[in-house]
């Protein structure tokens, strides 16, 4: 791919790919941010987890998930159908701006807090509960 190839030729960028495990949290504990133009899911949870922002592409292909991503809160997000340099001059406020990175790594801190098991698990069952109530 294009980002495979630029990696060879650029010591500052690292193609990582699907990570799984060990892999991914060896990477994801060093990591600043997750830029991830395409189809975001369940790595929002682990982007919360370890502090990382993702900065990404408003698009329909996303998952659910992308509703726990708030622009300028805990993530970057272009708008839908952004060139590759709006996109990049989202990851170029991030890199350029130590203050707003710090404060988006806090909030996916809190982020991580909120979007826990146990929470997701309380709201399902308010939900089951909620149309159970509607149908009697």
Known sequence: SMIEEAATQHSWLRYEGSLYGHDRERVLSRAEAIM?????????IDAFHFRCPIITIASKAHGPEIAYLENEKNALIAPEGSDVNTYADQILRLITNPELARQLQVNCAESADYYTLDNMVERFCEGVELVRDAAS
């Not at 991830?36 to 929002?44: C, F």
Request: net charge neutral; proline share 11%; hydrophobic share 65%.
């Open 36 to 44: 991830m133009p395409g189809a975001v899911g369940l790595v929002a």
